[in-house]
Structure formats: structure tokens, C-alpha cells
């Protein structure tokens, strides 16, 4: 079914040539941002705010600067392709570090292994993204039906996420259920201390080789990703269809991930329009993902206009309108 409507129009799937030393610019990104990471934390400390925003900065300059490499030696679709999708990983990643947070309160990590845990967890990521976005890829171009499946998986998620912001439904409350499950299977599986030992992972205690408390915490924040990982890679294949520039702007929203959680910890109560704006934008994206099969496509610029409207408008509503969040932590036994 092929027609026009509002401004979209049908267009074929697209298949980039990428040339090799762009894969190599990604790959190199990382290892410096490696080296950055294991110089900083060879003396843990606390993170305070200057030095989070800081380098909350550098990351996200680091990542609108790739889009022009992408703009000339790919074409100027995958530019604009490139920068939705990391705005849209990058304000659905809100989210997540609001549930790191949560996390990291319950099980009262001290503030000097937060970057630690935070970098063990982007790893994973970045590891995991990679898997969900080759079999997204996979799924969509062997069924193009499953387009739908993942637009109505988004349509709940957008659901939920504006009963949220309409203070139905509180996060704290399905996060206590779904991490107590979570850290009680573990638990169960796992030879996990209640005992920090530095920033340890391993530790021998009573003779036995049992999984510290930050490796347990390490991979609750793991799990908490995958599930997190079920709304936002199918927002990003929704916007770009291409494994390099789905991939490439999943990195480069994470690798920034770890300075805006700091960022984000101090200004998130003041920002209490977001839930709206990641409603709305969980919700347009469900309308591409269910449209495509029909025929409709949105343009890239309609998508960064929609994008930059929803996330504009809550960040200035909430500093026109003052009013606080008030987070509780996930109630989670250690004992």
C-alpha cells in the first residue's frame, strides 16, 4: 500500500556503504574512552558535579561531532539518521539511570565505586546492544511484520511511562517488584556476599570464592539493562534501519552514559516534565514502527523535529513551572 499522507511518504530500507576506517573511528572511541576510564579509576573517589558536567560535555560533543564524518563519507540521510537515534537512546537512557540510582541507594553504594559499577555496566551494554541490534536487524528484514509486535511493545511502554507522568503509577513501585524478583533469583543462583570488599569482584570468604556485593549490584544493573534494552533498541531500528549507524549511536549515547548519570542525579527532581516528553516520544516512534508495514515512512527531519520539540518543550516547562520528584529507594533486602 503505497500513499502519501500528512507529509510521509514510503521509502525502501536503506543499505549504506560504510567505509572501513569508520568502523575503525567507532572502535578507537572506545579504547580511548577505555584508557580514559582505567586512568580515572585506578584511585576511586567521588564524583562531584562540576567534574560530571564537565565531562557529561565532552561526551556529548564527542558524539554530535561523529555526525559529520557520517554526513560526508555516508550521505546526509545516515547523518540525520545518526543523530535521532542517539537523542532518542539518550533520553530513553533517562530512564535507566533513574533506576541506577534507585539501585545504588537501596544497597547503599558508597559514592567512590559508582563510576566503577557504572563503567562494568556500560561494558555490558555495549556488549548486549550489539546482540539485540543484529537480531532486531534480523527479525525485521526476514519479517517485515514484526515491525508491529515491536510498536505495540512500545505503545505499552508509552502507556505506562504517561501514567507515570500523570503520577498513576509509581516507578518505585514496579521496580520493587520486578528487582526484589530479580535479586532473589540471583541470589538463588548465584554465591553472591552481602559484603563489599573494595572494588573487588571476587572475593574468598569462609573458605569459599563467593561473588562480592558490587559484583552482585553489577549484574542487577546488567539485567535492569536488557529489560530497559527491549523499548529502546526497537526505538532506534524504528529511526535507522542500518546495523552501523543503529550500533554506532547506541555507543556513543553510552559512552556518555557514565557522566550523565552524575548530571542527571543532581538535576532530575527539577526536571519533572521528562516522563511526558519520553511518553510522547516512545509513542511516535510505536506510530513509525506500526506504520511502516503499511507503507508510510516519516522523514528523518519530521522524526529530529518531533524529537527536539517533545524534549525542548519538557525541559522548558519544567524551569517555567518549578516542581519536584520525589524519589524513595527499591526496597531490597541484603539478608
Given at each position: 500500500m503505497n500513499f502519501i499522507l500528512f507529509g510521509l511518504a514510503k521509502t525502501a530500507?536503506?543499505?549504506?556503504?560504510?567505509?572501513?576506517?569508520?568502523?575503525?573511528?567507532?572502535?578507537?572511541?572506545?579504547?580511548?574512552?577505555?584508557?580514559?576510564?582505567?586512568?580515572?579509576?585506578?584511585?576511586?573517589?567521588?564524583?562531584?558535579?562540576p567534574e560530571a558536567v564537565k565531562w557529561s560535555i565532552f561526551y556529548i560533543s564527542v558524539a554530535l561531532l561523529f555526525a559529520v564524518p557520517v554526513y560526508y563519507f555516508i550521505?546526509?540521510?545516515?547523518?540525520?539518521e545518526y543523530l535521532a537515534a542517539w537523542a532518542i537512546e539518550k533520553a530513553l537512557s533517562l530512564d535507566n539511570l533513574f533506576v541506577i540510582g534507585l539501585i545504588f541507594s537501596s544497597f547503599r553504594v558508597p559514592r567512590k565505586l559508582e563510576r566503577r559499577m557504572l563503567n562494568y555496566g556500560i561494558a555490558g551494554a555495549i556488549v548486549f546492544r550489539l546482540i539485540f541490534i543484529l537480531a532486531g536487524l534480523e527479525l525485521l528484514k526476514r519479517f517485515e511484520w514484526v515491525?508491529?509486535?515491536f510498536g505495540i511493545i512500545l505503545l505499552r511502554a508509552?502507556?505506562?511511562?504517561?501514567?507515570?507522568?500523570?503520577?498513576?503509577?509509581?516507578?518505585?513501585?514496579?521496580?520493587?517488584?520486578?528487582?526484589?524478583?530479580?535479586?532473589?533469583?540471583?541470589?538463588?543462583?548465584?554465591?553472591?556476599?552481602?559484603?563489599?570488599?573494595?572494588?573487588?569482584?571476587i572475593a574468598k570468604i569462609n573458605g569459599k570464592r563467593m561473588l562480592t556485593l558490587m559484583a552482585g549490584i553489577i549484574v542487577l544493573i546488567e539485567f535492569t539493562d536488557i529489560m530497559f534494552a527491549v523499548d529502546s533498541v526497537p526505538a532506534v531500528l524504528a529511526v535507522s534501519p542500518?546495523?552501523?549507524?543503529?550500533?554506532?549511536?547506541?555507543?556513543?549515547?553510552?559512552?556518555?552514559?557514565?557522566?550523565?548519570?552524575?548530571?542527571?542525579?543532581?538535576?532530575?527532581?527539577?526536571?519533572?516534565?521528562?516522563?511526558?516528553?519520553?511518553?510522547?516520544?516512545?509513542?511516535?516512534?510505536?506510530?513509525?514502527?506500526?506504520?511502516?508495514?503499511?507503507?508510510?515512512?516519516?522523514?528523518?527531519?519530521?522524526s529530529l523535529a518531533v524529537l527536539a520539540v517533545l524534549l525542548g518543550g519538557s525541559i522548558l516547562a519544567s524551569i517555567?513551572?518549578?516542581?519536584?520528584?520525589k524519589a524513595q529507594p527499591i526496597?531490597?533486602?541484603?539478608?
Open positions: 530500507t536503506r543499505e549504506y556503504v560504510v567505509p572501513w576506517f569508520m568502523y575503525a573511528v567507532v572502535g578507537a572511541v572506545m579504547v580511548v574512552y577505555a584508557l580514559i576510564e582505567a586512568s580515572h579509576t585506578r584511585k576511586d573517589h567521588e564524583v562531584l558535579f550521505g546526509s540521510q545516515a547523518s540525520g515491525s508491529i509486535i508509552a502507556w505506562e511511562a504517561f501514567q507515570e507522568a500523570r503520577g498513576k503509577k509509581a516507578i518505585e513501585h514496579d521496580l520493587a517488584i520486578t528487582d526484589k524478583k530479580l535479586w532473589r533469583t540471583m541470589s538463588r543462583f548465584l554465591p553472591i556476599s552481602m559484603q563489599y570488599d573494595g572494588h573487588k569482584l542500518n546495523r552501523f549507524i543503529a550500533y554506532s549511536s547506541n555507543i556513543f549515547a553510552l559512552l556518555g552514559l557514565r557522566a550523565l548519570f552524575f548530571v542527571y542525579q543532581s538535576l532530575a527532581p527539577r526536571f519533572w516534565a521528562l516522563p511526558w516528553a519520553l511518553s510522547g516520544i516512545l509513542g511516535w516512534i510505536a506510530f513509525k514502527l506500526i506504520a511502516s508495514p503499511l507503507g508510510l515512512h516519516v522523514s528523518i527531519t519530521i517555567v513551572w518549578k516542581k519536584e520528584i526496597k531490597i533486602k541484603t539478608n
